[in-house]
């Protein structure tokens, strides 16, 4: 039987909405101020550093110095094509990488060398290095290194490519160099045909001018994660919310579940935003987390909804457990058909569970509408993909995921859903 909404949340409901708007409209303002094109004046006043590159693939110190002959390297041109761009953030200036460019399946190793011709003057130049890059390099200057993303050598340690500026020396002004760029692609796993190497070009500029360029750069990527960001904030206060109705609520077992499914779900969209913006995490043990911790993640939320109904099926525990097992075995013996088997397993065992809830369950709408988003957001390559919804969407040039959207609707539902087990004093029969 439905209870009515009483004055506590009512207050409560209101509440959501309104920080479910407020929410919305800032991050719209950050997506929209990211995503404006680099100011026109800015980069008339630099050089990118596009165009025809030497390129060759391997490994050898020597290849940083002025005095090598690369005139037997191949040509690999970094001009971008109007109006591309990353298919991730939104960077300007995108070209596809070595795999494009008869190096197909090809990892570890390569240069990238041109000679670069700075201005005469007093200002002091700086490298704007590449914004996006598979996955680490490093950038010499006539055979000095001046820094670089991540640790190249014998056990590399890859991290986020992100906005980096790199000083030129003093005396670097009025004279020519050769730039060059020793790059690491890790032996990743379904890798595009458009990937490896340098996917944006290196700028060059004048201090002032690469200071705000920089910045400009920075903006682009905050804005490009800002919802990995945000998203996981209002699912700690969804937890929040869950501890502090669950005195009254009358689904306490649901509630425990679904707030350890939540963060579970939140450090893993947080994982995100944190490997593209610092350098505490490196890309090995990010993508082993993300395959590692979405086990759990699903079968605490297949506990959780399980308990909607408030009579759950010892069955449908022990199977969201099993498929679990399964799923991790699949991940240890780096079985592909395992995990998909687990995979499309668990969403049997959601689709019984939705009928549980369609046929039984409280507030059958609410409830089905917050559940369907979630085993979306969970199961998009086999739910969504098949219908042709992109990926990746990019309203004011910046990259959302459809993921992203359906937990911007799945989050102030879920408060809803959270609200309305709240039943004062009584107890469900």
């Excluded at 995503?35 to 020597?62: E, I, K, M, N, S």
Aim: hydrophobic residues 45%; aromatic residues 10%; positive net charge.
């Amino acid at each position: 039987m439905e209870t009515p909404v009483d004055t506590t949340q009512r207050k409560l409901i209101v509440g959501i909405v309104i920080a479910t708007l407020m929410t919305w409209i800032i991050v719209i303002a950050d997506l929209a101020s990211g995503g404006r094109p680099d100011p026109p004046a800015l980069r008339a006043a630099a050089t990118l550093l596009d165009g025809a590159w030497r390129f060759h693939t391997g490994d050898d110190p020597r290849w940083a110095y002025p005095s090598t002959d690369d005139s037997d390297w191949e040509t690999l041109d970094l001009t971008a094509l109007p109006g591309s761009h990353d298919d991730d953030v939104g960077f300007p200036d995108y070209v596809a990488g070595w795999m494009a460019h008869g190096h197909p399946g090809y990892h570890g190793y390569a240069w990238y060398r041109r000679t670069v011709t700075v201005p005469s003057g007093s200002a002091q130049w700086e490298i704007l290095g590449p914004t996006r890059v598979d996955h680490g390099y490093e950038l010499y200057w006539n055979g000095q290194r001046l820094g670089g993303s991540g640790r190249l050598g014998p056990a590399p340690r890859l991290v986020g490519t992100r906005p980096l500026r790199f000083a030129l020396p003093a005396d670097a002004a009025g004279t020519r160099g050769v730039l060059a760029i020793r790059v690491y692609m890790l032996p990743t796993s379904g890798n595009s045909t458009e990937a490896g190497g340098i996917h944006t070009a290196p700028i060059l500029a004048p201090r002032p001018v690469s200071d705000e360029l920089h910045r400009v750069q920075w903006q682009r990527t905050i804005a490009g994660y800002i919802v990995d960001v945000i998203e996981p904030i209002g699912m700690f206060a969804l937890i929040g919310l869950a501890i502090g109705c669950w005195s009254g609520s009358s689904h306490r077992s649901f509630l425990i579940f679904a707030s350890i499914a939540l963060a579970l779900t939140a450090a893993r969209r947080l994982n995100n935003a944190i490997v593209s913006w610092t350098d505490l995490q490196d890309l090995r043990t990010y993508s082993w987390l993300a395959s590692v911790m979405w086990v759990p993640t699903v079968a605490a939320w297949a506990l959780a909804w399980n308990r909607w109904c408030l009579r759950p099926w010892r069955s449908i525990d022990v199977a969201a457990m099993v498929l679990a097992v399964i799923a991790a075995v699949g991940i240890a013996i780096h079985s592909e058909s395992v995990t998909n088997t687990s995979r499309l397993g668990s969403i049997v065992l959601f689709v019984l569970i939705g009928a549980r809830i369609a046929r039984s369950g409280p507030r059958r709408i609410l409830a089905l509408v917050t559940f369907a988003l979630i085993i979306a957001g969970l199961f998009g390559r086999e739910l969504i993909d098949p219908i042709g919804v992109p990926g990746i969407w990019f309203p004011f040039r910046i990259g959302v995921s459809r993921t992203q959207y359906i937990y911007a609707i799945a989050i102030p539902l879920m408060a809803l859903l959270i609200v309305r087990t709240l039943v004062g004093k009584r107890t469900d029969r």
